[in-house]
């Protein structure tokens, strides 16, 4: 199993908060069952793509401008959530495009500052860092509202949205247009920590959801998991 630290969540989607997969490689990918570009990649640009998200509104996950691999998802205007390990540092560039398609465009904003957020016990040693922009992002990127940090929000079973970025050389990992997403589900929970944890059951295994199914690796700190919200 894979476990995920996590304390929020969001959207229509409902964000759930990011990747923290801890001893991270630069070099490491996500892993998608059955990975196919045209189907998995947010902006695949060929002619057969059948992005598996198209639906959502994905403009408020955006990624460093850099030598680096990482990701900021907006909650407000000013404000984005990452990885305390792992977050986008003051003075970097994080660019967010306006739909699936990198030819309608983007819009970069610069990192003012930020602080990790305390876990909920109290202490500042969860993996959440919120961010804010020197200036706020335009009204057509997505932000995802905080619905709250309790685990009755993603119950057992609820569907999860995983991004992280891929390896097979078509992109650099730093590209801002390396995003890779698949699905999985929540099948566990264990409220006995001190920050919140839910379990992912292994890719390609007896009870694996088949194509699609993805599951976070080193490497994907900071990028968002979303789950569905009525």
């Not at 999985?184 to 264990?190: A, G, R, T, V, Y």
Request: aromatic share 12%; glycine share 10%.
């Amino acid at each position: 199993m894979r476990i995920k630290n996590t304390s929020a969540r969001f959207l229509k989607i409902g964000f759930l908060i990011f990747n923290a997969v801890f001893a991270f490689s630069v070099h490491a990918t996500t892993k998608v069952l059955g990975a196919d570009p045209a189907r998995h990649d947010r902006f695949y640009r060929g002619a057969d793509k059948q992005f598996i998200f198209l639906q959502y509104d994905l403009s408020g996950i955006g990624k460093v401008v850099s030598a680096s691999s990482k990701w900021a998802t907006m909650v407000a205007e000013h404000y984005f959530l990452s990885s305390g390990h792992a977050h986008p540092e003051i003075g970097e560039v994080v660019r967010f495009y306006f739909t699936n398609n990198p030819a309608d465009g983007f819009v970069d904003r610069v990192v003012a500052g930020g602080e990790q957020i305390k876990d909920n016990s109290g202490l500042l040693n969860g993996d959440v860092w919120l961010g804010y922009f020197t200036l706020p992002v335009p009204d057509t990127i997505a932000k995802y509202p905080v619905l709250g940090s309790s685990l009755a929000f993603v119950p057992v079973g609820s569907k999860l949205l995983l991004f992280g970025k891929a390896n097979d050389g078509a992109l650099a990992e730093q590209n801002p247009l390396n995003q890779r997403a698949g699905r999985n589900i929540c099948i566990s929970q264990d409220a006995a920590s001190s920050s919140y944890q839910y379990r992912y059951d292994a890719i390609n295994t007896a009870d694996s959801l088949g194509v699609d199914e993805n599951s976070v690796v080193q490497g994907d700190s900071g990028a968002p998991t979303f789950t569905l919200v009525d």
